[in-house]
């Protein structure tokens, strides 16, 4: 794997690119489609632990934090997948790709980092871009606020783990997670809708779709990470990880045609945004000594 890193890294993002292309063509709402995401991927994660022999065992007092963590993981997939759902994949990557900015702020909250100026004005600029789309696709709001909200809560949980995997195993801190995920996505699916309806039905498309998604694009996907990812500085983690909006934008043109077709307008709006993304991290090791 040392010889092919850079091959496996970008598979891995190739992966993660692809989960909104398989939202979509998941017919599920986005309640049942999370529900459902969270069961098989967390006994397919629970399997993988069992064959690499790792403990489970946590402390109650360590292991409230990272449910409260799960919580905000299942209401991640919620707001991404909801996104995709009221607009398209487009327009919800669009406001997904607000998350490297998110992710900058919260290090100094979460991680007592020293606050960068940079991350004010690119800010601003990502908000550009966003007014950009908003103004001239009519039918964007909804998707990209409920892609910013994902984008939000993703960063969240993505730089409170830093803190987490240092006392931790990064494959128990997941399935925890994910646990408490599915409690808090089964609670809001109590209140969503009658109680007969609880466990969805699935048709056998739903039922392919959602394996590739459980298993592969996340399961899979994260314990590939988990050898991977360690080996690279966090730079180019980010960096690389910035081309996950791109890949999913590609696929779904591919995949779904004229539907994922914007107006020019759109596309200078998520040019704004990818340009803050892609520029941002040069910016940040060149001028930021926190």
């Known amino acids: 794997m040392e ?26 709402q986005a309640f049942d489609l999370v529900w459902w995401r969270l069961l098989i991927s967390s006994l397919s994660l629970f399997v993988f632990i069992y064959f ?19 919580f905000i993981v299942g209401a991640h997939w919620f707001f991404f997948y909801h996104a995709i759902k009221v607009s398209n994949v487009s327009i919800a990557l669009s406001g997904f790709s607000t998350i490297t900015i998110f992710a900058s702020v919260m290090q100094p909250l979460f991680l007592g980092k020293k606050f960068f100026w940079g991350d004010l004005v690119y800010g601003f600029i990502i908000l550009l871009g966003l007014a950009f789309i908003l103004h001239y696709e ?33 494959s128990v801190i997941t399935l925890i997670e994910f646990l408490g995920a599915f409690f808090i996505i089964s609670i809001a699916k109590l209140f969503d809708g009658e109680l ?18 459980s298993i592969l694009c996340t399961t899979l996907a994260f ?35 004229e539907s994922e077709m914007m107006s020019t307008q759109f596309y200078l709006g998520a040019l704004i945004i990818l340009f803050s993304v892609f520029t941002y991290p040069f910016v940040k090791k060149r001028y930021y000594n926190g």
Do not use: C, R
């Open 223 to 257: 314990t590939l990470s988990v050898e991977i990812l360690k080996q690279f500085d966090p730079f180019t983690v980010i960096i690389t990880n910035n081309l996950e909006p791109i890949y999913g934008v590609i696929f779904s043109l591919l995949i779904f045609g």
């Open 138 to 170: 009519a039918f964007a709001f909804s998707g990209v606020l409920y892609g910013v909200l994902a984008a939000l809560t993703g960063a969240a949980f993505g730089v409170y783990n830093g803190k987490l995997i240092v006392k931790h195993n990064s």
């Open 52 to 70: 690499k022999q790792h403990s489970l065992h946590i402390s109650l007092k360590d292991s409230i934090p990272v449910v409260l963590m799960g």
């Open 196 to 213: 007969e309806k609880f466990l969805p039905t699935l048709g056998m498309h739903d039922l392919i779709y959602l394996l590739i998604l």
């Open 3 to 28: 010889k092919h890193k850079y091959l496996w890294l970008h598979f891995i993002i190739l992966l993660w690119g692809f989960t909104p292309v398989l939202g979509k063509l998941i017919s599920l």
